[in-house]
């Protein structure tokens, strides 16, 4: 797993967002400011105008200038919540990338979102597709399956994370201020997440 594919991963990610865009802001209307996917396409235009200008020489670079784009770039919770992901995850990637490395890394940013947002799965949150994908890598590790297999199976784990928030009566942020209301209504920071585990599965080697 080398730095282009690092690249590649945050421009598909961008892509899928992109395309997504209306039924993320939807979503996020259902329950939130309605801005979320109109934010986070913003903010990895952000990245991908970073990354072009500033060739990264490594994943950890990659990471890292990411990780900041979305912090000084996207409003509300999301870009701070998904930038401390990556940033946390470029303090702690080792050269070379292993699934094992990345694996790691990734729980590390998992927890270091859940430390910011003080939110657990069953939150109705972005943790609810972030930490079963982590999950799912750990065990990929363990299996000793590949690496692409190893980010499918995280894929589909954060979408089904995702789908799962559905039902859940929101306990953090703006969506927690609805009380029940917040039920039938899938969390639009998990809806994103899934995108950029799919997106991750999609350019593995």
Do not use: C
């Not at 913003?42 to 200008?53: D, F, I, N, P």
């Not at 729980?107 to 999950?135: C, N």
């Not at 009566?169 to 995108?195: C, F, M, N, T, V």
């Amino acid at each position: 797993m080398d730095t282009d594919m690092f690249v590649a991963w945050f421009e598909e990610a961008a892509r899928l967002v992109h395309r997504d865009r209306e039924r993320l802001t939807r979503l996020d209307a259902a329950i939130g400011d309605a801005d979320h996917g109109t934010n986070l396409d913003r903010g990895l235009t952000e990245v991908h105008k970073a990354l072009t200008e500033w060739p990264p020489e490594s994943p950890v670079q990659v990471l890292t200038s990411a990780g900041t784009a979305l912090i000084r770039r996207v409003g509300g919770a999301s870009g701070p919540l998904y930038g401390s992901v990556f940033r946390q995850m470029g303090k702690v990637l080792e050269s070379p990338v292993t699934l094992a490395g990345f694996s790691a890394a990734f729980e590390e940013g998992v927890v270091a979102v859940e430390r910011l947002g003080k939110a657990a799965p069953g939150d109705k949150t972005m943790v609810d597709a972030l930490a079963p994908a982590s999950r799912a890598l750990a065990l990929a590790v363990r299996d000793g399956v590949g690496v692409r297999e190893a980010f499918e199976q995280a894929a589909r784990a954060a979408a089904e994370g995702a789908e799962a928030t559905i039902p859940m009566q929101a306990r953090k942020g703006r969506a927690s201020y609805l009380g029940e209301r917040s039920i039938g209504h899938e969390d639009p920071g998990a809806a994103s997440a899934a995108l950029f585990m799919a997106a991750l599965a999609t350019v593995a080697p």
